[in-house]
């Protein structure tokens, strides 16, 4: 049942270090990488491991998790807005090298203090419940996700934040499904707001993610939503004070 699965912030114990892209991880599984494939697992195992220590050392966590029993079905990646544009940052994406990914020494960075921080804004950066590209997904619309953002919004006001961003595009499925974002509908919902809206720089070459834009426009074409609209980068933020 859906109400066993328990949320809490992302500690030492256990480093969410990759996604759930192949199916829920555990203590004991999340070092056993897929051997089919190119992805090269060790080197971001290196690279991230210490970035994630860091980051949940100097600021309390990272990430907000979904544990049914021992696996882990659910995450929610934040960081603070300041680690977001540090330079080397890149897209910290921990399973992308740059420039999606931080650089492989990003973790040697100079973090500042939270107390040094000006612009106490923590950025959404991946949510995920259950594994999007398995065919079966139990734990997908099933209000995990909204429960890990209220505990992200609760964690981070008990912790002196100002404010959670967020990106967000159309209520597609496709956003759903594969992207680790949600729909502006998502946010709205849990009181956020749009802030700011420009073309998504991902999604403006054509010979990129071809795949995916023609099945983004079609589905926003049936929606009745413009195709250059469904490309969209949307800010949603919720001011915490």
């Not at 420039?99 to 995920?128: H, N, Q, R, W």
């Not at 912790?159 to 499925?173: C, M, Q, R």
């Amino acid at each position: 049942m859906m109400n066993d699965v328990v949320i809490e912030p992302m500690t030492e114990e256990l480093m969410l270090w990759r996604c759930l892209h192949n199916g829920p991880l555990t203590r004991d599984s999340i070092d056993q990488w897929p051997c089919e494939g190119t992805m090269p697992w060790e080197s971001y195992r290196k690279r991230n491991l210490p970035l994630l220590m860091k980051l949940t050392r100097i600021y309390g966590s990272c990430a907000i998790l979904a544990r049914d029993g021992d696996q882990i079905v659910g995450f929610l990646r934040f960081y603070p807005k300041v680690v977001y544009n540090m330079e080397g940052a890149c897209g910290l994406c921990l399973q992308q090298d740059p420039p999606a990914g931080p650089v492989k020494d990003f973790a040697d960075s100079d973090f500042p203090d939270f107390a040094d921080i000006e612009d106490k804004t923590l950025v959404v950066y991946c949510l995920m419940t259950g594994s999007p590209q398995q065919n079966e997904n139990p734990y997908q619309r099933k209000g995990i996700g909204t429960r890990m953002v209220k505990f992200l919004i609760e964690w981070a006001k008990t912790n002196g934040w100002d404010g959670i961003e967020a990106d967000a595009f159309e209520d597609l499925p496709i956003i759903y499904e594969i992207t680790g974002s949600a729909g502006h509908t998502f946010w709205e919902k849990l009181g956020f707001r749009l802030v700011n809206r420009h073309p998504h720089p991902d999604l403006m070459d054509p010979s990129r993610f071809v795949e995916f834009i023609e099945t983004l426009e079609a589905q926003a074409y049936s929606a009745g939503i413009p195709p250059e609209k469904a490309k969209d980068r949307l800010v949603m933020r919720l001011d915490l004070r």
